[in-house]
């Protein structure tokens, strides 16, 4: 690591890692997860996902219309009554949910 200039109109100066790729990466899309798969939202709205610090977007993310809540509302029925969710012993449900 070195120290950087002094920021651009700023007057802090900052710590440049050339290895890092803040700032120069392209942002991530991230869509809805229902029914055990990404999907789009049915309208295909999408929303900006900005750094407050600094304005740099950082990704994009689906945004949830009502369709979209009730297929995941009715995916989520149809596992629990099936017992693949409300069988599943609570150690199984944790893996899942931290996969996600």
């Known amino acids: 690591r070195t120290l950087a200039a002094v920021a651009e109109g700023g007057s802090r100066p900052s710590w440049s890692n050339p290895a890092l790729k803040f700032g120069r990466q392209e ?12 999907v789009e939202a049915q309208s295909g709205v999408k929303e900006e996902v900005r750094n407050p ?3 740099d977007l950082v990704a994009t993310v689906a945004s949830a219309g009502e369709a979209d809540v009730q297929a995941a509302v009715e995916g989520a029925r149809k596992a629990f009554d099936a ?3 409300s069988e599943m012993p609570a150690r199984g449900r944790c893996a899942v949910l931290f996969r996600a």
């Open 53 to 55: 610090a600094t304005g």
């Open 83 to 85: 017992g693949t969710w």
């Open 27 to 38: 942002a991530e899309h991230f869509g809805l997860r229902i029914n055990g798969e990404t």
